[in-house]
């Protein structure tokens, strides 16, 4: 349903072009102080408008705390927090109130409800995931206290691909550049691409890659709630997703054995023994449990199917209808996939990471 | 944990060289008269020694039921299942009691749970998908019943890529292939690079695609419950896989929206309107819900980390050591991991199914 | 945590004294056009100062509504809302800041979390239990329209206790009583008992008793889900409720077998044969699912702890206190729990009601 | 369905006369040497024959372990056991394969699932509680280690009722009796009309008492997950379960607040304050949060409607018919369900604890 997670879970809510968007954190650490900035900015990353080549809806996404903080400070309850649509443009949607658009999810909901709100793609819109950027946010500043960071980029539009996707780069290398790509040639390169597309009112797919580090080993179970299971859940449930992969993912296809073994190397500490691999070729995982290394992944996601063409389509009665070319739209939806990418990492690592800690633990009260 | 699942739960259990592995299924819809010879089928599709490119381990894997059945028809109770473990050799492993294999999850087991079953892999072993393909052949029998059909098969090994992954081969034309590959062409050189792989000590990786033809339009959620979420979940839990995609997958990359639009035909009957693609570029699926076309997904899996060769570890103690190159091994894991993706699609599409119908409705009998 | 209800899901948020409270509703039916005035009645049932022995404090309860309708029609997506918290006097409770009230959750709170929200109970305070009214008033539309009522009542209030506990009430006749109990005689009594207790700054038990008519046989599950589990937890979750029983409850420990059974009648009808209970000693369950009849459950709910009376305990720095007698408080917090017993029995039974119907099945548009 | 429990779960399968009946536990601790004899001990005290007052059907009820464990210790891995069904006079129930039993599941199950095994009570049977007795003697053992101890007893028969229920008796008070009541002077008194019962081919209810001991402040959530809610779902799961209470349970009706306030008394030690209930009225729960007392519990079981004399009741074809008075019986099935009491207990406590502890912290190796 509108659930993600078990033991920091969120519950999301909200039309596209209803009044507010929000959801519901439920599992948050006590005591922790959060950082309203980082909030802010992560915000600003997936926003539209936050880049010349992204949709020019112009949401200031201020989020306002329902509850679950007193003053700043998490209780432990759940925190509720609302996103208000400001520059819903529904009657850019009313010629789509009976029509479906092809790719989209119109028809589905449809069959699926018997009733859809059309207005801007209604809940299925990816207005949605700027919930899951908060959630993420929050839980992100929770990871940070146990030394855990995760960083994801554009490491591919069209044929323009990172060789070796999985870095970890700065921030201000990501999002200094209009497609977040660190690469900078390789950005430059992409940013024509897409303007291309924008210009010809086409669109383009891209793949964003997520390097995880400083997870611990043991986290995770084995069999049926692996780590890279429940990463794959979190990032296919993310609009226009197409694909999942970690490690060498689908290079594995053509790999041998002999070719991607991780050795290990042995330290001894305090703690007993501690491998590590040399290589990583397994994405930080071994059976389903979080092994030390970094946890690096790419999602592949799809050209938005929004046009600036006329699009034959239906009409709920039947009839064979024209979709007009109009509304906003972005050009490579990839680009601002990519915050989002980091906060599904940010939940769905934390949730494993909960497992073995007390509420307390997360404090970073004095 | 140990379980998958919501409304029809598969939880397994058992170590690779206990006494038996089993497991416990429930949902199970009731009144159906199950067929025995096609869980037997399945399960020989599956079984070590099943081809000449499989380990060799030579076990039965006779299905022994517990509970549910009443003169072989369900009761809509729990449906629990053995199955022995009777070619287990154990001394095979005893070099590996105190080592940790590279690559496997030899490591992560014991920094997660301080101890370790280490014969055959224990609880990690493959040895577990047995017990999918138990509950995915029931699954996959009630499914039969609203015209579902599954077909799962090899589409690729090293560089022999099938072009056009989505076909809907007959079960004859996948199995006559020791590759399990139905194109004979591509089979017969997938059939000698697997050879080549054995006779090296080596292995080497392969895609496995799926096709679930007959799903309606309209099952599944969406947000975090998409259908792809929870089919990604299912592929990415096996032993081996690092990879998953549906529709065009990680061709979105480089894919402009102009070329994968699915165009949408209609048809009026009895029910009322129907919208059907005319291409399939989206893999069956839109906004997480069933569109009606076939649900198409590939899977990577990689080479198994376990080689014919002396390979560099630790013990327990931190020593370094070396595991000698000795074990049956399979050089290609993604041939037995055919009929386990199937299992798993089965389990997926049934679980989801289900929530819309009563339990009475999948009844068989007269 | 702070959901319940697998299939009709509410999540609930906010603290006593924050800005609002509020809820989301996950898997209401689509297509359901909700009945304001339906929820703004069983919200004036439940709030403060609805009846003269019930706490001061004044609130509106009106339910804001922020998600998942279209024209006041359901559209299958979370419905969340908030209400407004106006009345918070937190100025009463600066005394309580530092100080553990007995019998509170006030010091578990703080030893689960490290930190509460004093004011007002916090999270811990029943007015959470207006959200529950608001899923359990729209719950109670969905289930109208299958022919399911359900009425709860005050059945005890000290020694005063309906013989009979379980009949099927008017609405007018439980809310005209200042203790909503709908035997004229014993609520004169028990009103007078209630008053004594006000005066006296002291606060007496109660016991609620609910019948649920209408659910057909068959719903529910057997074994670790039984309806009798799922409407314990629903019961046992509500402030202040210290027993549960259904049928003939506690007074099974002296009823002998024989005076106990339930006799069948037989109707044979259009669907088959019918069977039904001519008594109901079972409380309309058997085995843990539904057999036609009524389904009848009394809980007990404690004297509030807080008294009108200075009271001994200790600050969070173990130094002894006196808390002061201050505050407003319900001399019998059981007469408010009647619309929340009412809004728990109907979440419970539409969540169990829901596996067994398809979405669309509940619209109620033309 | 057919599993209980979050972090510690139970599923169970099996039908009465079916070849066995068994469980799987997910989520038992690591590295814990089980004691084979304390199984054995608390299954003795379950097992029909047990007692000269209860079913004279004949089990060994030996466990047979089938997984996760090495050399009796624990792995972390599900633990799967069967306990054969030697006793199975199915031919006692031929009688009934086409009736419907009154007060019984039989019914119901019929009506749910359109198939039901009649023989034993099939799935609906109390013997399925074999298996509830198996993973709350694993989990009690795992309990004793942080100083967690339960104690279940039969405190009240008839009008014979325990005046104080909740004390904390030895087991070999509770077992010497017949009837598990550890009072001595009560127990000659029920035992004879229990005696009495059976002799007359009639049963009678009981009250089983549960007190938890040693449950450290700060187990357990608020609002819908409060310790209360859980413990009340588990033993209304129980087989002719009819009512739950804690703390002063159903005594509150009657109860002025005055009455039952539970005043701190304050003790500093190293971990910070400590505040302890001078008396108990709450029942250890503050909430839905344990306060540190004792836990105490009650819970209402009915007499069983299996008789023996000829009941009139209807066949599934709708004819009247008698069922004859004949088949095993127990004339007061609360004895057996002491040690039942004591395992729902003890697996609802572990699951709850089980979140505040990593996996390796419950090891009882050297």
């Known amino acids: 349903m509108n659930s993600f997670g078990r033991l920091y879970r969120l519950t999301t809510f909200g039309e596209s072009h209803g009044a507010v968007i929000g959801g519901v954190i439920d599992g948050m650490p006590p005591c922790v102080r959060i950082d309203r900035d980082a909030i802010r900015t992560a915000m600003q990353r997936r926003r539209p408008g936050s880049s010349q080549l992204v949709s020019a809806r112009n949401e200031a996404d201020e989020v306002e705390f329902l509850s679950g903080l007193k003053d700043d400070v998490t209780l432990g309850t759940p925190i509720a927090f609302v996103i208000r649509n400001n520059d819903a443009r529904s009657n850019d949607y009313s010629a789509l109130e009976h029509s479906f658009r092809p790719n989209h999810a119109d028809y589905t909901y449809f069959k699926k409800y018997g009733i859809r709100d059309a207005r801007g793609g209604g809940r299925a819109s ?49 999002y200094s550049s209009a497609v977040r790509c660190p690469d900078k040639h390789l950005a430059t390169l992409m940013t024509q691409l897409v303007e291309d ?12 890659s997520c390097v995880i580090r400083g997870v611990p080993c043991g986290i995770g179970s084995p069999i049926y709630d692996k780590l890279q299971s429940a990463l794959a859940a979190a990032m296919m449930s993310i609009n226009a997703a197409k694909g999942f992969e970690y490690g060498i993912g689908f290079k594995a296809i053509e790999s041998y054995g002999s070719e991607v073994i991780d050795s290990y190397v042995c330290e001894k500490g305090d703690n007993g023994l501690t491998l590590r691999t040399v290589s990583n070729h397994s994405g930080g995982i071994h059976g389903g449990i979080s092994n030390g290394s970094d946890i690096t992944l790419s999602v592949a996601f799809k050209p938005t199917p ?35 990418v980091e906060a599904m990492a940010s939940i769905t690592i934390l949730d494993a990471l909960l497992q073995y800690h007390r509420p307390g633990e997360f404090s970073n009260l004095d």
Not at 315 to 336: F, L, N, Q, Y
Request: with cysteine; hydrophobic share 40%.
């Open 197 to 208: 597309c924008r210009s010809n009112g086409d669109s383009i797919g891209a793949r964003v």
């Open 126 to 174: 990816a207005r949605e995931t700027a919930c899951r950027v908060v959630a993420g946010a929050l839980a992100a500043q929770v990871l940070a206290q146990r030394g855990i960071e995760i960083r994801a980029y554009v490491s591919g539009i069209g044929k323009y691909l990172l060789e070796e996707p999985y870095i970890f780069p700065d921030y201000e290398d990501i």
């Open 306 to 340: 929004t046009l600036l063409r006329d699009m034959a389509s239906y009409t709920d009665e039947g009839e064979a209808t024209v979709i007009p070319a109009k509304g906003r739209h972005d050009p490579c939806v990839g680009i601002r996939a990519v915050p989002v």
